[in-house]
């Protein structure tokens, strides 16, 4: 049987993937590999919205190329593109933007968000028209499946409600796509605040960490890592927010289950786990950081793969584009 397509996206936002990112996202990209026909994006388009510096962008786009191919996404196995290389994503969003309501996309709770927080005058149409963008990412490829987060969900739903509106008022053009949710995908907290998720924005230097930062600071982050005044290792997300999310991570960069390594555990104390998930970290971290070099320092080789990766993105986009153009009217 054809394998369910996938598409995913990640934006080129920051100056390294932190841990959050790879245990909750990306690791399952390289996962999907084997079981999807999958398409794999970095979205420049979507990176603009908010205000940007030209130099930074580009840079940040490569980074974040180099970076998924370090972790091991294999061109041969999925595609992988930038955004902006494909000019069918901004011509489809167009179109799209035509059958969205004013209103509908002002319901968009990550709109509301980012916009109170950015303030009218700092607030791009380009902002409000993300999801829009988003929903021509997904149709364009005629995706199966979607990895989605719990704040991603509405603005699948707002796919599927385009697409089912396309389709039934000028012919059927585009798959409906479902929300796939991954199963083994970790949620990290902050280790300075393992209340909230590590995140870029909202988490402070030592709560985040970055996985092209120096590994010997990582190591130190995760010794310094806030946990409780007990100690007893034990996972219990409500009591030992901390510890727990040192369990997950630990359970994650060696493939243990949480109770196996609570049971190896036993007995011994908070620093003994800190001390030996700094190693398991470090001892990921390098090699990554080593590929990441390799595919950085040959920019050449870079651009290829990525070329190739356009080529491939777009003898799909441009077959569903020129669809979708037709049943348009153009
Ligand atoms: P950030 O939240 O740091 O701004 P992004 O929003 O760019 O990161 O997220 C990119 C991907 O990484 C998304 O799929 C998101 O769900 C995932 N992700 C981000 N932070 C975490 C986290 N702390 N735990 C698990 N997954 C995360
Ligand atoms: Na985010």
Redesign the pocket.
């Known amino acids: 049987a054809r394998r369910p397509r996938v598409l995913s996206g ?2 080129p ?1 920051a100056d390294s993937f ?1 841990l ?2 790879y ?3 990306v690791r399952n990209w390289v996962a999907m590999q084997d079981t999807h026909d999958a398409f794999y994006c970095v979205v420049d388009l979507h990176a603009i919205t908010m205000g940007h510096d030209p130099k930074v962008l580009r840079n940040r786009s490569r980074i974040s190329a180099a970076q998924l191919l370090a972790v091991g996404l294999d061109p041969e196995r999925c595609t992988l593109f930038v955004q902006s290389h494909v000019p069918e994503h901004a011509q489809l969003g167009w179109v799209l933007s035509c059958i969205t309501g004013f209103g509908e996309a002002g319901r968009m709770v990550q709109f509301k968000d980012k916009s109170a927080k950015a303030g009218q005058d700092s607030t791009t149409v380009g902002l409000f028209s993300y999801p829009i963008l988003q929903a021509a990412d997904i149709l364009l490829y005629q995706a199966d499946q979607v990895p989605v ?1 719990e704040d991603q969900r509405q603005h699948l739903e707002l796919t599927r409600d385009l697409a089912q509106r396309f389709n039934t008022r000028f012919g059927r053009t585009f798959n409906m796509p479902s929300p796939y949710i991954v199963k083994d995908t ?3 907290f902050d280790l300075q605040d393992p209340t909230i ?5 909202a988490s402070s230097p030592n709560g985040i960490i970055e996985l092209l930062e120096d590994p010997a600071r990582s190591a130190k982050k995760i010794k310094s890592a806030v946990t409780d005044t007990g100690r007893e290792i034990l996972y219990d997300e409500e009591n030992k927010p901390g510890v727990s999310n040192l369990l997950t991570i630990y359970a994650a960069l060696t493939n243990r289950a949480i109770d196996e390594l609570l049971e190896a555990y036993e007995g011994r104390g908070y620093g003994d786990l800190k001390k030996d998930l700094a190693e398991v970290l470090v001892e990921f971290v390098k090699p990554f950081q080593e590929r990441t070099k390799l595919y950085l320092d040959d920019p050449a080789q870079l651009d290829k793969v990525l070329a190739v990766g356009a080529e491939k993105a777009r003898a799909v986009s441009a077959v569903t584009l020129a669809r979708a153009y037709q049943n348009v009217g153009f």
């Open positions: 990640i934006q936002t932190h959050g990112n245990l909750g996202a987060g970790a949620k990290i998720k590590m995140s870029k924005s």
